[in-house]
């Protein structure tokens, strides 16, 4: 799955500001990154819709159905606990075919009609972030998230899943500040990467620094870490979400746990994905 992993509660979450001011600050952005893909896709052509992405058997439509089928499950996870105990049950038994049964059943409508079904999820599901109240908790599949962290987590995916389709489009997408989101995500779930992989964790914090957009240094950790992670925010965001291999990716470690972290950070729920291939082949 590519829903985000552990602990991944949005920005400012746990710092100054209400929990209302932060979850309706994320939920924007959640709402503008769905409207940049919108726009690569509302005017495309029937056969660009299957046109083949990167990822293994997925087109274009297949792209957006997962989007819209996850969504839904986000709204479910929101407004019947119960309801989506049961789908998370069935998810984590069989969490390969579970997702890719809900990106075919998708593909296979017509781009129209799955197209009005992504809009019409992506405005329930911020109108039901918007009424979540103050402390609470919503389930997931893995540890329960905060509004602003299943916001957070929308928009990790819609842009790691706008990857690809810009890959399949041949279109060049414009890095923007809602990428600091991901990179908190990925951040956040570094020892996830490592428990759903049986290993043990580093015991100390990374420190980390990447280049943001307009050359803003977006920074977590402590200062004074004796291991550290430096170079691109794009390029982690695009590693953390397995788009890239980490030859490609322009992110530097130093220190050998936070080298091995690098080699298998993931920001997304589930079991561990396989990753691109690097460009050179190597």
């Given amino acids: 799955m590519t829903e985000a992993a552990g602990s991944a509660d949005g920005p400012g979450a746990d710092a100054g500001g209400t929990a209302a001011d932060t979850a309706a600050a994320v939920s924007a952005d959640l709402r503008d990154e769905g409207e940049a893909l919108d726009g690569l896709v509302a005017e495309i052509g029937a056969e660009s ?6 990822a293994p058997r997925w087109t274009v439509a297949h792209q957006i159905a997962h989007l819209a089928w996850t969504d839904q499950q986000s709204l479910t996870a929101l407004t019947d606990e119960a309801a989506f105990g049961r789908a998370a049950q069935a998810a984590l038994a069989e969490p390969g075919r579970f997702v890719d049964e809900g990106a075919e059943r998708g593909a296979a409508l017509p781009p129209a009609e799955l197209l009005q079904r992504w809009r019409t999820g992506r405005a329930e599901l911020l109108r039901a972030l918007g009424q979540v109240p103050r402390g ?17 987590a929308r928009i990790m995916e819609t842009w790691a899943h706008g990857e690809d389709v810009a890959d399949a489009l041949g279109v060049r997408r414009e890095p923007t500040r809602r990428l600091r989101h991901v990179v908190r995500i990925g951040v956040r779930a570094r020892d996830f990467a490592y428990a759903v992989r049986g290993l043990q964790p580093p015991e100390e914090e990374f420190r980390v620094e990447l280049r943001g957009v307009d050359g803003e240094l977006w920074t977590h950790g402590p200062a004074d870490a004796g291991q550290r992670v430096t170079g691109d925010a794009v390029g982690f965001c695009r590693l953390v979400t397995q788009r890239i291999h980490l030859s490609d990716a322009g992110v530097h470690a130093q220190g050998p746990d936070a080298s091995r972290w690098l080699e298998i950070a993931q920001a997304f729920a589930g079991p561990p994905g396989e990753g691109r291939p690097a460009r050179s082949g190597a």
Avoid: F
């Fill in 136 to 152: 609470a908790r919503i389930p997931w599949y893995g540890p329960s998230m905060s509004a602003a962290g299943m916001a957070t």
């Fill in 49 to 54: 819709w299957t046109l083949p992405t990167p």
